[in-house]
């Protein structure tokens, strides 16, 4: 394995895993009050355009990262909209 799949490697598991406090967040307060809707719509369907270019293109790296990366945003976007403000628990 060379220096630039090692990066690459990194890369997708540090910008992959950096959804995971987020959505763990929204879980556990029921409140999207502080994360933007259009940023989610805009990510997630970014993330999904890269899930189909690795698709297209036969890189499992780019297909692995992207359908993580997908899932967790994609995730955080339905309960943005589930959670919208308002509905917390934790409203004040």
Do not use: C, H
Request: charged letters at 10%; proline letters at 3%.
């Amino acid at each position: 394995m060379d220096i630039a799949q090692v990066l690459g490697i990194v890369a997708a598991i540090m910008t992959t895993t950096a959804f995971v406090p987020q959505a763990v967040q929204i879980i556990r307060t029921k409140s999207t009050q502080d994360i933007s809707l259009g940023m989610y719509i805009i990510l997630t369907t970014g993330i999904l355009f890269w899930l189909i270019y690795g698709i297209l293109i036969r890189q499992p790296p780019i297909i692995f990262a992207n359908l993580v990366g997908f899932s967790l945003t994609f995730t955080i976007l339905i309960l943005k909209i589930k959670y919208r403000e308002g509905n917390g628990r934790n409203k004040n």
